[in-house]
């Protein structure tokens, strides 16, 4: 699989943990720019209306030739989905978004749903600090420690015949309901979390553990 690395402009707290693919794509949205730079990391391209890049920063990326799309500031598309519609557009099927978070709430709640339906078809991860955001179609396996956070969320719909194996409070062909919060803050009970589902999408938020000490 081709993957790419996305970086929003959210608040890109706790990134250092992040094990890159040297091989993969860095696509920056707009001021996302800055967490990749912040990391040591040169984006290949950057996308967006540039309303959130300094001046000092823009001569950074054009000075290491980082292809920039520039568009205007009066666009359909936020700069988040620009950004992973070129990876889509040019045959990326594993994304990881990184900086989602941020201080718009309407932001958010868009890039959530379009990541969603998204993942119908692509690998979609979300690394935001300690946490791993991914949605569950069919089956889903995650790796981490005893004692990790993992919250199942039904997305859009309500979520039929789930059936978790290695987490504390197990659902055995069950039904979680469009806003129930029964699934929040389940535990790992292992290394290994497995997650199959019969109807609708489910978001699996990972928390992990070993991070509970950042700040």
């Known amino acids: ?10 608040s890109g707290t706790h990134l250092e943990h992040i094990q890159f693919d040297d091989n993969a794509l860095i696509i920056c949205a707009d001021g996302g720019a800055k967490h990749a730079l912040g990391l040591g990391i040169p984006p290949d391209i950057v996308i967006g209306d540039l309303d959130s890049i300094d001046a000092r920063t823009l001569s950074i990326l054009e000075t290491q030739s980082v292809k920039i799309i520039r568009h205007p500031r009066e666009k359909d598309e936020t700069d988040s989905q620009l950004a992973v519609q070129y990876a889509v557009d040019h ?9 989602l978070l941020g201080d718009r709430i309407d932001h958010l709640s868009a890039n959530l749903m379009y990541l969603c339906d998204l993942s119908k078809n692509h690998t979609i991860t979300v690394i935001e600090g300690q946490q791993e955001t991914r949605f569950v179609h069919d089956h889903l396996s995650i790796f981490g420690t005893k004692g990790d956070e993992v919250s199942l969320i039904p997305f859009k719909n309500d ?9 504390a409070y197990q659902l055995k062909d069950e039904t979680l309901p469009f806003g129930a919060t029964r699934g929040v803050s389940n535990v790992m009970t292992a290394s290994r979390a497995e997650m199959h589902i019969r109807n609708g999408v489910l978001m699996v938020v990972h928390r992990k553990r070993f991070f509970k000490n950042l700040k």
């Open 1 to 10: 699989m081709k993957r790419v690395y996305i970086f929003l402009n959210g």
């Open 91 to 99: 045959g990326y099927n594993d994304l990881v978004i990184v900086g």
């Open 159 to 167: 979520v039929s015949g789930i059936v978790t194996e290695g987490l």
